[in-house]
């Protein structure tokens, strides 16, 4: 039994499959497969480019204004306090930017982390090498189930960095999930 939802049908079991519009056009959403194939080294970065440039500038835009405006202001007792409040609101708007990007990706690498101590005792029976860094243990998961335990193993041995791991990856492992 499949119920609709949004251009996905859901089947009994759990899983998604891809259904059709009436009109007969596919809302098909791009598998993990089809992404596996088209992302590599030199496209796997994502870009946000509303949250990357636009809200970057445009907080950086304010910073600077309101910095100028303090400037402007200073001597006279009633426009300082006005100014030194919105310079005061545009450093919290910068540091909440910086925070609601970087707590979840912590929260992510933690994820990745698991993810990838469990992928190497599953492989191998023995948990990642200590002296693998938060920043490696991230690059590795690219790599390949076939090519994992050796570049773990050479990364640690070489202290790589994470470019240079994931330079090193031959077949791409893609990972969709993070931005």
């Known amino acids: 039994m499949t119920v ?35 992302q590599s080294y030199k496209n796997h970065a994502q870009i946000v480019p509303l949250y990357h440039r636009v809200l970057s500038l445009l907080i950086l835009l304010i910073l600077i204004g309101s910095l100028v405006n303090l400037n402007k202001s200073w001597g006279d007792s009633t426009r300082f306090y006005s100014a030194s409040l919105i310079v005061a609101l545009a450093i919290a708007t910068t540091m909440m930017f910086i925070f609601v990007r970087t707590f979840p990706l912590k929260a992510q690498d933690r994820a990745i982390r698991a993810e990838e101590q469990l992928r190497h005792y599953v492989l191998t029976g023995k948990l990642l090498d200590s002296r693998l860094t938060m920043r490696q243990i991230v690059a590795l998961r690219f790599a390949s189930d076939t090519e ?10 070489q202290s790589l960095s994470p470019d240079a791991i994931k330079r090193d990856v031959k077949q ?5 999930y993070r931005v």
Not at 12 to 34: D, H, I
Not at 148 to 157: E, I, P, S
Not at 172 to 176: C, E, L, V, Y
């Open 4 to 38: 609709p939802c949004f251009g996905l049908s859901r089947r009994s079991r759990g899983g998604f499959q891809s259904s059709t519009v009436e009109a007969g056009l596919s809302t098909r959403l791009p598998s993990k497969e089809t992404m596996a194939d088209t």
């Open 148 to 157: 994992f335990v050796a570049l773990a193993q050479r990364a640690a041995d």
């Open 172 to 176: 791409w492992r893609a990972d969709t």
